[in-house]
């Protein structure tokens, strides 16, 4: 039989898993940013370069010399807002097979969804953290 008492206490009690819900997300989304870190010095930072603004040693071997489009400077924030399937697509399928950079090579037959759900984490992330370090 449910009483007053009980209605009263639910609130309560879902306004006490909030917080820690919310911990346990916060926890989750810096374990992902901190894989998809890692990740990115691995596959990415050689072009993107290692702080993620588009100055990695490719560019002065490659596309300076080529004269052409200079890899994505990812703290400036213009892919924080893309849909987050939208970079997917370019990591997976690369960038000539999405009317991007055909020196954007695809990255879907070596790294897991779960790769690629990091590395768009951390893109989306990367202006944020890029504001923070520079604006302490």
């Given amino acids: 039989m449910i009483t007053k008492l009980h209605i009263l206490a ?8 909030l917080p820690l819900a919310s911990a346990q997300s916060k926890a ?3 374990a992902q ?7 990115f010095t691995t596959y990415c ?3 993107h370069g290692k702080h993620a603004d588009g100055e990695g040693r ?5 596309y300076r010399k080529l004269k052409t489009q ?6 400036l924030g213009i892919y924080a807002d893309r849909p987050a399937e939208y970079l997917r697509k370019i990591i997976t399928y690369g ?8 020196y954007m090579p695809p990255f879907g037959e070596e790294l897991s969804d779960e790769n690629i759900d990091d ?3 951390l893109i989306k992330k990367i202006p944020e953290k890029h504001i923070r370090t520079i604006n302490p």
């Fill in 45 to 47: 930072a050689r072009c």
């Fill in 95 to 102: 960038g000539e097979n999405n009317a991007m950079s055909k």
């Fill in 70 to 75: 200079l890899p994505s400077n990812f703290t």
């Fill in 58 to 62: 490719m560019v002065k071997r490659l």
């Fill in 33 to 39: 940013y901190e894989r998809g870190e890692k990740l």
């Fill in 10 to 17: 639910l609130p309560l009690l879902f306004s006490a898993a």
């Fill in 28 to 30: 989750g989304g810096e």
């Fill in 119 to 121: 590395l768009v984490h």
